[in-house]
């Protein structure tokens, strides 16, 4: 398996652009997260599934969209970019009762 | 959720035994206390996870007493690599959305 996958690795953005960060899990897992992490700090929960077609938001929503159309893709959407969304994103999917599992991150910088 | 607290930062050798202990003063019957670790530029990985008394496994322990309030990481005979954030979770694992609260964590350094 490979686990929790996440493109890109790397993008920069110019404010008022929009982009989607892709994350994939092969594990058949029902629940995914997304989560921010600013310098420094812990992660944030931005939205969260608990299965195709439900999603719901966490902690900091705002700027950010998503959609589960099947079990293994989560991408999250990202209108109107803005400098304060510059932040290091990681994808994690899990069970029923299990732990997360974590994706690598995609490093984003909006200029 | 419960708030967890941490030591910001703690350094050691090689060689040595490191503790990281964690307060959780308002658990929950339902949480479980779960330890997740950071190195520079990955996600984080999950470490170690129990309810009460003692958890081993092949690179921690957890110790947690019977008021199960706090916990302590235990890390024996660190080397270099174990250089990384560890972060102190409690969980609901009764069910639902299993939402995690990161802290900042502890930041670890070996030291040769």
């Known amino acids: 398996n490979a686990g929790v996958t996440q493109t890109p690795k790397f993008r920069i953005l110019k404010i008022g652009q929009s982009m989607t960060l892709q994350c994939t899990q092969d594990?058949?897992?029902?629940?995914m997260y997304w989560y921010r992490q600013d310098p420094g700090m812990g992660l944030k929960l931005i939205y969260y599934?608990?299965?195709?077609?439900?999603?719901d938001k966490g902690e900091v929503p705002n700027g950010y969209n998503v959609s589960r159309s099947t079990t293994e893709d989560f991408p999250l959407r990202l209108e109107l970019a803005a400098p304060s969304q510059t932040s290091v994103y990681f994808c994690a999917s899990r069970r029923q009762t299990d732990t997360q599992y974590f994706g690598p991150g995609t490093r984003l910088t909006v200029l | 959720l419960a708030k967890t607290t941490q030591p910001i930062s703690m350094d050691s050798y090689e060689g040595q035994e490191v503790n990281i202990t964690c307060s959780h003063n308002?658990?929950?019957?339902?949480?479980?206390i779960t330890w997740y670790q950071q190195f520079p530029s990955q996600g984080p990985r999950f470490i170690i996870q129990?309810?009460?008394t003692k958890v081993t496994n092949e690179v921690a322990s957890l110790f947690i007493p019977a008021d199960r309030k706090s916990s302590t990481l235990s890390l024996p005979r660190v080397s270099l690599s174990d250089t990384a954030v560890y972060y102190c979770?409690?969980?609901?694992?009764?069910?639902?959305?299993?939402?995690?609260?990161f802290g900042a964590g502890t930041r670890l350094a070996v030291h040769p």
């Open positions: 129990g309810y009460k």
């Open positions: 594990m058949n897992h029902n629940y």
């Open positions: 308002n658990i929950a019957t339902n949480d479980y």
């Open positions: 599934s608990v299965g195709a077609g439900i999603t």
């Open positions: 979770l409690v969980v609901d694992r009764s069910g639902g959305y299993n939402k995690l609260i």
